[in-house]
């Protein structure tokens, strides 16, 4: 599949498999006293669209605490590679978020522009607490720091692919991640 296209392999499916359940347990393990007692208390994950929903759904299923799933959608305008920090939400919340434990499941932390806007707007609407999971980060990118709890890789400042991330909509269905090949941009 993509023959080609993929230049490197960074992140193979067995070492996200393995990091996923890691960062579940490790989530599992903070939030047990949270989250013990109901429905009102259970977990809720803020998964951000399109790119963290396949990270959301193995780490939602990885996780051996109950938890309730919410997408959000927000676009950056700023070119399709480097985001701004201007966020326009395209897809919002379908509950209240008051008074609950969050845990927002990103994708990728490149600048941390997008979710420090996202962190900043959550926060307006009274979490009991708000916390963030990625599976990937890139330090040398990194534009403003954001508190990020949990982190799976910290990854070179390259364009990658795969495992939910896109190229103009493409390579979202790899169950690895990859860097691109330069043939593709041309
Ligand atoms: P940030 O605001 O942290 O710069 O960027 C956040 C968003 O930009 C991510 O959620 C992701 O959608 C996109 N992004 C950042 N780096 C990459 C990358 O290497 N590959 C892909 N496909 N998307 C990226």
Request: charged share 25%; glycine share 8%; net charge negative.
């Amino acid at each position: 599949m993509y023959d080609g296209d993929i230049s490197s392999v960074l992140v193979t499916e067995e070492q996200v498999r393995e990091k996923t359940a890691e960062l579940a347990q490790q989530v599992a393990g903070d939030y047990a006293d949270l989250v013990r007692d109901g429905r009102e208390s259970d977990l809720v994950l803020i998964g951000v669209l399109k790119g963290a929903v396949m990270f959301m759904t193995d780490f939602a299923r990885a996780l051996p605490i109950p938890a309730q799933l919410e997408f959000m959608a927000v676009s950056s305008y700023g070119s399709s590679t480097s985001s701004s920090g201007v966020v326009r939400i395209l897809k919002d919340l379908d509950r209240d978020i008051a008074g609950r434990h969050v845990l927002i499941v990103e994708d990728i932390i490149d600048s941390g522009l997008t979710l420090n806007w996202l962190l900043g707007n959550l926060q307006t609407r009274s979490p009991a607490s708000l916390e963030v999971v990625t599976l990937l980060r890139k330090p040398d990118a990194v534009k403003v720091d954001v508190p990020v709890r949990y982190v799976g890789f910290d990854i070179p400042n390259e364009f990658v692919v795969g495992y939910g991330l896109d190229y103009a909509e493409r390579y979202r269905d790899l169950p690895y991640i990859g860097t691109l090949d330069p043939s593709v941009y041309a």
